[in-house]
T-cell receptor, first 114, second 110 residues
Framework: KAGVTQTPRYLIKTRGQQVTLSCSPISGHRSVSWYQQTPGQGLQFLFEYFSETQRNKGNFPGRFSGRQFSNSRSEMNVSTLELGDSALYLC?????????????FGQGTRLTVV | QQQVKQSPQSLIVQKGGISIINCAYENTAFDYFPWYQQFPGKGPALLIAIRPDVSEKKEGRFTISFNKSAKQFSLHIMDSQPGDSATYFCAASNDYKLSFGAGTTVTVRA
């Protein structure tokens, strides 16, 4: 059974640009969550989607957005990139949601903003 | 503000020893408590999880102890092996999200 797939694995962008990251969940999983991991702030929740609906959103500026498609694949977008957006962005999938079913993470997308 | 407090930040244990990592929380709405293991360059991998109606859960060398009244839970790694050297995160779930502790870097010396 294939795991959570995130693309691309690495990305270098310039300040002010925008970026789109992609996540393909485990087959059959309908919940997709996104997290930002940095050495200073640790793992922080960005948003969670289930059946194309955002059910929760973390404390990030509006430059961070996401969506989920009917096949459960998800994308997140960051506009007007800032140096502080450099981080490992992780996607996690679960059957119905991370609060009562196991959540499995992908390998992440390492974003570097220069 | 960290909703889940994790300690210690790092620990070193000899091969065959026991590693103990502690976490505490305040939000009584949390209803699911997983532990994740992360190696450099990899995403976190689910290790073991527990629900608040259970006081202990064991899977192989890994045991979670849960104290609902104290709002604390801990991970015990028995017979620690060099391959266990990694960063461990406790987490707590509610409202469709996971809140993570700051992580504990475990180094197992051969």
């Amino acid at each position: 059974k294939a795991g959570v797939t995130q693309t691309p694995r690495y990305l270098i962008k310039t300040r002010g640009q925008q970026v789109t990251l992609s996540c393909s969940p485990i087959s059959g999983h309908r919940s997709v969550s996104w997290y930002q991991q940095t050495p200073g702030q640790g793992l922080q929740f960005l948003f969670e989607y289930f059946s194309e609906t955002q059910r929760n959103k973390g404390n990030f500026p509006g430059r961070f957005s996401g969506r989920q498609f009917s096949n459960s694949r998800s994308e997140m977008n960051v506009s007007t990139l800032e140096l502080g957006d450099s981080a490992l962005y992780l996607c996690a999938s679960s059957l119905s949601g991370p609060m009562n079913t196991e959540a499995f993470f992908g390998q992440g997308t390492r974003l570097t903003v220069v | 503000q960290q909703q889940v407090k994790q300690s210690p930040q790092s620990l070193i244990v000899q091969k065959g020893g026991i590693s103990i990592i502690n976490c505490a929380y305040e939000n009584t709405a949390f209803d699911y408590f997983p532990w994740y293991q992360q190696f450099p360059g990899k995403g976190p991998a689910l290790l073991i999880a527990i629900r608040p109606d259970v006081s202990e859960k064991k899977e192989g060398r890994f045991t979670i102890s849960f104290n609902k009244s104290a709002k604390q839970f801990s991970l015990h790694i028995m017979d620690s092996q060099p391959g266990d050297s990694a960063t461990y995160f406790c987490a707590a779930s509610n409202d469709y999200k996971l809140s993570f502790g700051a992580g504990t870097t475990v180094t197992v010396r051969a």
